[in-house]
């Protein structure tokens, strides 16, 4: 892999991307009730970690600790309050 963090970051954000769209694409019967709760949790998994990268890569917030640490909590909580909507509708 290359030593360019915005290279890398922009791979992982593909594949995080064609991962949340494998799993959105299949059909409800190859997953069953429960396979579908726990896609969507899943996919709302992937959505957070490429928050983060954007973040943390693209807006430089990995040089400055203290605020990447303020975003990803508020970005945490705020991801934990969808999945808790998501599973409970």
């Keep these: 892999m290359t030593r360019d963090p915005i290279l890398r ?4 954000l593909i594949l995080f991307s064609l ?3 494998g ?3 299949l059909p409800d019967t190859a997953l069953g009730a429960l396979g579908v709760t726990v896609a969507g949790a899943v996919i709302l998994g992937l959505g957070w970690a490429k928050a983060r ?3 943390g890569t693209y807006l ?3 040089a ?3 605020w990447r640490r303020g975003f990803g909590i ?3 909580l705020y991801a934990l ?3 808790g909507l998501y599973v409970a509708g």
């Design 23 to 25: 799993l959105a694409v």
């Design 9 to 12: 970051a922009w791979g992982w």
């Design 60 to 62: 430089g917030l990995d």
């Design 53 to 55: 990268i954007i973040l």
């Design 19 to 21: 991962c949340s769209t």
């Design 74 to 76: 508020v970005l945490a």
């Design 81 to 83: 309050a969808l999945l």
């Design 64 to 66: 400055a600790p203290f």
